[in-house]
């Protein structure tokens, strides 16, 4: 399942895919990409006797979801809602006022115990809350305008491969060779 659609995070589909027969792959429908299951809101992945809820959470790129167990005891963010931070928002669909209204008006609805488990952690911190992140996230405790501002002051790095080209079968898509 993936949370959305960059090289980091996709190019592991069309390999698993190729190892495991009957595997099934599945993006949000915003994405732009094909696979198996093409993801909506609140739409439920089951596995054994557990089950994720799909939110959609467009800002980092449009077709970004975020993944909430049955229970609501877990998120899994990718990279929208981050430990402390947020997914970046200066390239490929990214907008800061998107990712700003989908953490406040549905991650942060999540219950204060809700572990979150984002995607990437660059201090090597593997799991927050929402409570937390709704009390201490330096980005996400601002206004709109001050997240804004923010966001579009970062001036991060690019990632040294998020323009390189994947071959069309190693991505997510149903086309195998
Ligand atoms: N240095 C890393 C990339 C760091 C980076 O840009 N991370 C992204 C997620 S991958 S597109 C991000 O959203 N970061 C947010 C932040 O505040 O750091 C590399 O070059 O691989």
Not at 25 to 46: C, H, P, R, V, Y
Not at 79 to 87: F, Q
Not at 129 to 147: C, H, V, W, Y
Not at 149 to 169: E, G, T
């Amino acid at each position: 399942v993936n949370t959305h659609c960059h090289a980091d995070h996709i190019t592991g589909t069309g390999l698993m895919k190729k190892r495991l027969v009957g595997l099934k792959s599945a993006i949000s429908k915003f994405s732009g990409q094909t696979a198996d299951i093409l993801l909506s809101e609140n739409d439920k992945i089951t596995f054994g006797k557990h089950f994720l809820t799909v939110l959609e959470t467009p800002g980092h790129t449009d077709g970004c979801v975020s993944l909430v167990i049955g229970d609501q005891s877990m998120v899994f963010t990718g990279d929208a809602l981050l430990i402390r931070g947020c997914g970046r928002t200066d390239f490929q669909q990214g907008s800061p006022e998107k990712l700003y209204e989908s953490i406040h008006r549905k991650i942060f609805t999540l219950p204060d115990e809700c572990l979150v488990y984002p995607a990437h952690d660059y201090l090597g911190q593997t799991v927050s809350t929402i409570g937390e992140e709704r009390k201490f996230n330096p980005r996400l405790t601002k206004s709109m305008d001050a997240f804004v501002n923010i966001m579009k002051n970062l001036n991060l790095p690019k990632p040294a491969k998020i323009d390189i080209s994947v071959p069309a079968n190693l991505v997510c898509g149903v086309h195998q060779v």
